[in-house]
């Protein structure tokens, strides 16, 4: 029997448990040992839950008791989560995670740490949800010179970008709307603004040049500005907006990394990706592109995720799981000197300004629209760009990056 201890009973750990409960011959049968949840860690007490009898409030129990294991930490965070990783690593507990935020920031010092004391630190759930992305780059893919990752990465930003695009509402109501259904938290700044799709590029890129990508420097941008302007004219030139986290390998120690909004062809698969759903979009050398889809958070999704490296972990007891990630920094490119083409929305009466200033190569009129104009600029660097919109001041109503 392998104990294993659940940190937090909020909604993912709940989810763990009832994972391994529901799921329990499976779960047994494909780690070749019967899993037990032995202690359920939190704050509060759970009277009439079923498995209330395992709650308990005191880390230091779960840490000191031999006959745990592996360790779920679904508490989030960086405080109280990193000193109760680093603890239970340091005692060779193996730990799994779905704390991107913890990932992100510390994962090459908690991955040198569980390697050091013969265990593992595993972390599927901290990207895509449940789409298993993170085991593909460290296992199925490891022929492969991994050149590029493009992915929708949170599920927030996809539902309320899909609800403009398909009611033609603008983004305060479907903020609103996403609230109240439960897809978007009371503050969403963390979501609206890009910093948790920033978080998961950081982790997906670092495994990806095996050098590790500090998500505090990774340019950001959220959907804030996107309007249902932006959109009548997507629709009018057959493209969808997306929030895109972006990141492609430019040299051996140097990559190019963003989060940003993105006008998309329909074309493209991830322009189909729609709600809550995420994608991440994946160019090998030798493959050439694979794109992973599936529902990027939610209770029993993420849980999923988690439970799969609890096996993972059960199957390798005493044994290390090799993961690339070194703590040495991959040197991040400035996006001023990256050519990019883009969509500016302009008004009616500084569009020809605005075509000589940004060398347009399209110009799009939606009939019934008489205040504004759109134009597809040529590839130039983001500063050139910058500098000109600069210029142009307020006649700019809109920029979108094109992709």
């Known amino acids: 029997m392998i104990n294993v201890a659940v940190l937090g009973y909020g909604t993912v750990g709940s989810g763990v448990v009832e994972v391994i409960e529901k ?35 005191d880390f230091d129990k779960i840490v000191n008791d031999d006959e745990v294991a592996i360790v779920c930490e679904t508490m989030g965070g960086v405080g109280a ?48 949800g449940g789409i298993p992305i993170i085991r593909p780059l460290n296992y199925s ?12 990465l949170n599920g927030t930003t996809n539902y309320i970008l899909t609800k403009m695009e398909q009611d033609g509402a603008d983004f305060e109501s479907v903020l609103k709307e996403a609230q ?6 009371r503050n ?18 670092s495994l990806m040049t095996g050098k590790n ?18 959109f009548v004219y997507a629709k009018a030139a057959g493209r969808s907006i997306k929030l895109l986290a972006r990141s492609r390998v430019l040299g051996e120690d140097e990559v190019l990394a963003m989060v940003a909004p993105f006008m998309i062809d329909k074309s493209h698969p991830l322009a189909m990706v729609n709600g809550v759903f995420n994608a991440v979009f994946v160019t090998g050398n030798m493959l050439g592109d694979s794109m992973y889809y599936g529902r990027g958070a939610g209770k029993l999704p993420t849980a999923s995720a988690v439970v799969s490296d609890v096996v993972d972990c059960a199957r390798h007891l005493g044994r ?5 990630w070194e703590d040495k920094d991959a040197h991040i490119a400035d996006i001023s000197g990256v050519e990019t083409a883009w969509f500016v929305r302009v008004k009616t009466s500084a569009l020809q300004q605005a075509q000589a200033a940004l060398g347009a190569v399209r110009t799009l009129e939606v009939p019934g629209r008489s ?33």
């Open 213 to 230: 990508v500090d998500s505090e420097k990774i340019y950001t941008e959220g959907i804030t500005k996107v309007t249902a302007d932006d």
């Open 141 to 152: 893919l490891t022929a492969e010179r991994i050149e590029a990752i493009t992915g929708i």
């Open 23 to 57: 799921n329990k011959d499976m779960v047994n049968k494909k780690s070749g040992q019967e899993l037990r949840v032995k202690y359920i860690l939190d704050l509060r007490d759970f009277p009439g839950d079923p498995y209330a009898d395992r709650v308990i409030h």
């Open 320 to 324: 290390i799981i090799m993961c690339f």
């Open 188 to 205: 969403p700044e963390a979501d609206v603004e890009g910093h948790d799709a920033c978080r998961k590029i950081a982790i997906l890129s």
């Open 81 to 128: 989560a990193y000193q109760f990783t680093k603890a239970a690593l340091e005692k060779g507990k193996s730990v799994c995670t779905s704390n991107k935020e913890l990932v992100a920031k510390h994962g090459p010092e908690l991955l040198r740490l569980a390697h050091a004391h013969n265990c593992n630190y595993l972390f599927e759930a901290s990207v895509g």
């Open 371 to 403: 205040e504004d104009r759109a134009l597809f600029t040529k590839p130039m660097k983001e500063s050139e760009f910058a500098k000109k919109c600069g210029e142009l001041g307020s006649d700019v109503l809109g920029t979108l990056r094109l992709y």
């Open 180 to 185: 109240e259904k439960g897809y978007a938290e």
